[in-house]
């Protein structure tokens, strides 16, 4: 299989002219663009069994509106999977019977007024690869180039995103702007993550409010909350997500609700903490969460937080809420060995916690 996905990708750079990773122009050293998504675990915390509420669970795509591909491994290039993210609608893929990586050679944009429900579904077959030069998928509702839809851009109910079914691979938001997301950046609308992996994914090493490896969110409607279900983010050494805070997860006012996932091996490189201690370049807090605001909640539910590596606070877990109105809830789920190597609350190993009041453990394991 793994020979197959290989000789796929290559086809794809045929195909596309995509360089970066495929013998042409190196991509950057940073990322290996060659992540084998096969020695990835399955996707979510198979221990897991916390309800998952309707709006999480994953979306009909039985009647796609555009499918990326015709049954073959090569017609699933770059172009056609970009080119579909940007008329929108439901997304499916038909790649041929095998497993198969689509390198991007841009990053796919979602256009706001294509919605206003966009689902992403690979169907557990698809991998989407930044090639280690460049992020993944981009959504932005007050990105004027993406077409505003609403004179409240930062709280709109559409686009509402769904990503499910998917692998991600060697995405790179270093030096991007808006910052992080190595593999999504998210603002406004809505947006979930549903059956989902990520390997491999970077945003900068340093600074003392970027974040997400994987994934960045800014701004939900109405506040509500991105859900993360059944997902797994790293799994091995090799594999986990790293940026500067926040290795798997990053926000600032955002509410997550993660559940039935797996988090291990993120790693947050930054040095200094937030703000920036004098004469450091400031981050490296949340290990595998990044949480920052003021009114939101971190709800982590049935999910394995493990061997995560945070270079100041909260080796699993950063969450930082700026006027004590936000909410930690662990319930049904393990956190263990998630060092912090600067600070960590008492009581909570792996966590820093300011919040209205101490978090709320139940039936959790926190070592």
């Known amino acids: 299989m793994r020979r197959r996905m290989l000789e796929g990708a290559l086809l794809v750079c045929l195909s596309t002219g995509v360089v970066s990773g495929c013998g042409g ?11 084998n998504p096969d020695e ?23 009647n796609p509106t555009q499918i990326v591909g015709n049954g073959t491994t090569e017609s699933c290039t770059s172009d056609a999977f970009v080119d ?7 997304i499916t893929f038909d790649c041929g019977p095998e497993p198969v990586i689509i390198t991007l050679d ?22 989407l690869s930044g090639g280690g030069a460049r992020r993944i998928l981009y959504m932005n509702t007050c990105d004027e180039a993406q077409h505003w839809t609403t004179p409240m851009c930062q709280n709109q109910d559409h686009p509402r995103l769904t990503v499910q079914n998917l ?14 997301g190595g593999a999504i950046f998210v603002r406004g609308g809505r947006f979930k993550v549903v059956n989902s992996r990520f390997f491999n994914n970077v945003c900068d090493d340093v ?9 960045r969110v800014l701004s939900q409607y109405e506040g509500l909350p991105v859900y993360v279900v059944s997902s797994t983010f790293g799994g091995s050494e090799k594999l986990g997500n790293v940026c500067s805070n926040g290795g798997a997860l990053s926000s600032i006012g955002v509410s997550y609700t993660v559940l039935n996932s797996l988090m291990s091996h993120q790693r947050a490189i930054g040095n200094g903490a937030n ?43 950063f969450f930082v809420s700026n006027d004590r109105t936000g909410t930690l809830v662990i319930e049904d789920s393990l956190l263990s060995n998630n060092p912090s190597l600067g600070f960590e609350t008492p009581g909570y190993p792996g966590i820093f916690v300011l919040a209205n009041g101490d978090p709320q453990v139940t039936n959790s394991t926190l070592e």
Do not use: M
């Open 40 to 62: 990835g675990p399955s996707a979510g915390n198979q221990d897991g069994a916390c309800a998952v509420p309707a709006e999480a669970q994953a979306a009909d795509t039985s």
């Open 84 to 90: 579909a993210v940007a008329k929108g609608g439901i």
């Open 106 to 127: 841009r990053t796919a944009k979602i256009f706001n007024d294509t919605g206003p429900e966009i689902v992403i579904d690979g169907g557990g077959k698809v991998t």
């Open 167 to 180: 692998t991600f691979i060697d995405g790179n938001a270093k030096g991007e702007d808006p910052d992080g």
């Open 275 to 317: 703000p920036a201690k004098d004469g450091t370049p400031g981050g490296g807090s949340g290990g595998a969460i990044y949480n920052d605001g003021n009114t939101f909640t971190l709800t982590v539910c049935g999910t394995k937080i493990a061997e995560n590596h945070a270079n100041e606070g909260g080796g699993a877990i």
């Open 25 to 35: 122009d190196p991509a950057p050293a940073t990322v290996d663009p060659k992540t």
């Open 207 to 215: 600074g003392p409010d970027v974040g997400g490896g994987a994934i």
